[in-house]
């Protein structure tokens, strides 16, 4: 399996609505999740919202017919700033670029959505991901929202200065 057997579609039919809330439910009993998102229940239930558009989208990644992966891009502080939220790949599927293909889709998203800069947060023993934000030019930057906790690492990218992707 690679990145070109790979097809990311927006969540917007409750199948594929239902297949996002799957995810995000694996998402969620992640160990790294742990104080991190108390409102999983109610925010998973409440899918697809806040990832609606005109100023976000919850995706799902598909390889050969099955579901990979999700994410998700929503507005922070338009019309500037979008957030990228919950991006997930199945322990079975990590380490063939996935993550890349579902973060890189949800910024083009952004950017179609009118956005200059993309935020994240990210919990501090995610090595991977922090290593795939710094590769697309994401920088590191002071927690963002107030609820956050002490440890969290936060990153910012403006959309225009993402690297194209490796040949």
Known sequence: MGRSDVEIVVADRPPLIAV??????????????IGRWNTAAADIAA???????????????????????CGGVIAYDPPAIAELKRVYVRPSARGLGL???????????????GF?????????ELL????????LGFAPIPLYRETMLPNTLCFEVEIDRVPPPAA
């Open 128 to 135: 991977a991901a922090q290593t795939l934000y710094r590769k």
């Open 99 to 113: 993550g890349e293909a579902i973060t890189r889709d949800l910024l083009g998203r952004a950017a179609a959505m």
């Open 116 to 124: 200059a800069r993309v935020r994240l947060d990210t919990a501090p």
């Open 20 to 33: 996002a809330k799957e995810l995000m439910g694996e998402y969620a009993a992640m160990p790294h999740t």
């Open 47 to 69: 899918l697809p919202e806040p990832y609606v558009a005109p100023l976000g989208a919850l995706v799902v990644a598909f390889s050969r017919g099955e579901p990979v992966g």
